[in-house]
């Protein structure tokens, strides 16, 4: 009697199944090594876009990008023509996915402000991210309203 190596697999049979059953094995784990591979490189991804907060600089380079009022710098409201409207003005965004999304739904919330103030631009005075549990953050705002020429 010949050894049969599926026998200790349990599957009685000839070489010729054997040969079929080792590339079914090597196809799923090269399958499975590729899935998990795409999981990893998705649950990165996921991971690195769910950051809580930005730095000082990445919020004065990105929220003007996002509100449609005039953006003005506190160095360039000595040189500007404008009439301030309302000081101090404070707003709580709602929560995002992401801190871009906080940041992007706080810019509505100032375009809301200034519109409402009547004014075409804001200067932003301070902002600060908010530990509301231990996953979430909320961006809070303080600006100043403007009217310029």
Known sequence: MKYNPLYAT?????LKTYKKYLIFVLVKSIYMNKLFKINLIGVILFLTSCSTSMSPMQVNNVLPTLTKSKYISQSEIETSKCKYLTKSRSYVAPIGISAKDDLR??????????TLDGGNAYILKNFKWVY??????????EFDTLLCE
């Not at 349990?10 to 000839?14: F, L, N, P, Q, Y």
């Open 10 to 14: 349990g599957i009685k049979s000839d």
């Open 105 to 114: 739904n706080g810019a509505q919330g100032i375009d809301e402000w200034v």
């Open 132 to 141: 509301v549990s231990n996953d979430a953050t909320q961006l809070h705002l």
